[in-house]
């Protein structure tokens, strides 16, 4: 059960969530967030019941396809398995789902 991929990439999800970010990712976590703000400030209003303009929920629209396409770019941010050192057994022990060969 610890060699699963999915046991794997949950473990290491859960420990990247504790592991501090280089300062290229926070500027996209601070991104994100205000889009998450943009995109979910909308939504609370018409949950309350207030009737919202159309353009409104347009421009909802378009924030939303712009943070799709940033998740994307992102997603193509990789790194090079060169870069991790084959004997480093502490990367492997923290990241085995990433240093899986």
């Known amino acids: 059960m610890k060699n699963n991929p999915l046991v794997l990439f949950l473990g290491e999800l859960l420990s990247r969530f504790a592991t501090k970010s280089p300062r290229f990712f926070r500027v996209f976590k601070l991104i994100s967030g205000v889009t998450y703000a943009i995109t979910g400030l909308p939504e609370v ?57």
């Open 45 to 101: 209003i018409k949950w309350a019941g207030i009737k919202l303009p159309p353009t409104l929920c347009t421009f909802e629209n378009h924030v939303v396809s712009v943070a799709a396409a940033a998740v994307f770019f992102m997603s193509m941010l990789t790194v090079d398995k060169n870069s991790i050192p084959p004997d480093d057994s502490e990367i492997k022990n923290k990241l085995p789902f990433s240093y899986k060969q």
